[in-house]
């Protein structure tokens, strides 16, 4: 892996610092000789340009940075023979249109010279990349952006064809996404767990993830997700679980106004512990959602999903909050389950699970205008 490491000069002039508010310089990696057209590799000239930028970057204090900007060609066809890793302190990026390729590789790690301080110099935005992997996998464990740092901004952010497509990783906290795109992945958005210094206010804003294996596959972090589509995941929308023989999971998934669309999906759509397993015995391990749509497109023979959730974590006496998911207020249509629903509940309000009674489904509605609640 090419590993960037920035430097944060405090300049000086005769007359003092330099302040944020001055032109921040650009550098247009074709001046150092990036190409971007589809056939040479472009990893070195992103480097050079790269290293150039971080030079100019300066802290000004715990507030302020003077943040410089890298410069994609304009539309441009980048290829990276191997992952690029950079310092995202003060660096902004523009991509201009360009699409970046990995045909062989994982994609971009960006790391924090202040990763446990990250306030005042990781705001710069990184917008509009285009990042396109080997291709969709469960199994490569390629990453098209892996985040190894805090207080970032993407801004219409396009990952496909990887195993991951955004991985969290450690010292990764408060991560904005406005209207991402992230499809054709084995997982679109991943928090694995083990992780450190990791997990606060992972949220997104607009945008999709669809068309992965697993839209959501969380597993120690607190991910929010504003107004997005979960649309034609193949196997889950949304997973919170983590192997029960390496710790349980201590994350939440919380969905505000999504839409969440299937044709037939291989599982449930809401998955909470692993099946069969009554893994994740804690408290903190939940999925909220408030508001929105879930709703199948396709009606074959013998169902389109095995449930709308299943909870299989694990109850533990006296702790009412552990594992829990709660439905509320959405728009709930044409489920046809192949689960074995527990009592009082069936088709489109499906719920199966060890531990089914730590799921709340409040004033939700059908495609026939029916209402439904069900609560413990």
């Not at 360009?98 to 994609?107: A, E, I, R, T």
């Not at 983590?242 to 999906?265: D, H, W, Y």
């Not at 088709?347 to 059908?366: E, F, S």
């Amino acid at each position: 892996m090419r590993v960037l490491k920035a430097i944060f000069p405090l300049v000086l002039l005769s007359s003092g610092i330099v302040w944020a508010d001055q032109q921040p310089p650009t550098f247009k990696l074709s001046d150092y000789g990036m190409l971007c057209d589809g056939h040479h590799d472009d990893s070195d000239a992103f480097i050079r340009g790269a290293t150039a930028a971080a030079k100019t970057c300066t802290q000004i204090n715990n507030d302020e940075s003077y943040q410089s900007t890298l410069e994609f060609p304009h539309r441009g066809s980048c290829t990276f023979d191997s992952p690029i890793s950079i310092d995202a302190s003060c660096v902004r990026i523009e991509s201009n249109g360009s699409v970046l390729h990995f045909p062989k590789s994982s994609g971009i790690t960006f790391t924090s010279s202040h990763p446990t301080n990250p306030y005042g110099d990781n705001l710069a935005t990184k917008d509009r990349l285009h990042i396109v992997g080997p291709g969709v996998s469960t199994t490569s464990r390629t990453y098209g952006v892996l985040l190894n740092a805090a207080n970032l901004v993407f801004t219409s952010l396009d990952v496909n064809g990887f195993n991951y497509g955004v991985q969290i990783g450690n010292n990764s906290f408060m991560i904005s996404l406005y209207h991402p795109n992230l499809f054709s992945n084995g997982v679109g958005l991943y928090c694995p767990y083990g992780l450190t210094n990791t997990g606060e206010n992972i949220a997104t804003f607009g945008g999709a993830i669809f068309n992965n294996d697993v839209g959501i596959d969380n597993q120690g972090c607190d991910i929010v997700l504003s107004s997005t589509s979960l649309d034609y995941n193949a196997t889950t929308a949304v997973k919170d679980a983590a192997n029960p023989n390496n710790g349980a999971a201590t994350g939440s998934v919380t969905l505000l106004g999504a839409n969440v669309e299937f044709g037939v999906i291989k599982g449930p759509v809401f998955q909470l512990g692993i099946n069969g397993t009554g893994s994740n015995c804690n408290g903190y391990d939940f999925i909220t959602v408030e508001g929105g749509k879930i709703h199948a497109t396709v009606f074959p023979q013998g169902g389109n999903a095995v449930a709308l959730v299943d909870n299989d974590t694990c109850q533990l006496p006296g702790l009412r909050g552990g594992g829990t998911v709660t439905i509320r207020d959405a728009w709930v249509a044409g489920i046809q389950p192949t689960g074995h629903c527990v009592p009082g509940t069936s088709g489109t309000n499906c719920v199966i699970g060890n531990n089914a009674q730590h799921v709340k489904l409040i004033d939700l509605q059908d495609q026939n205008g029916q209402w439904f609640t069900w609560t413990h």
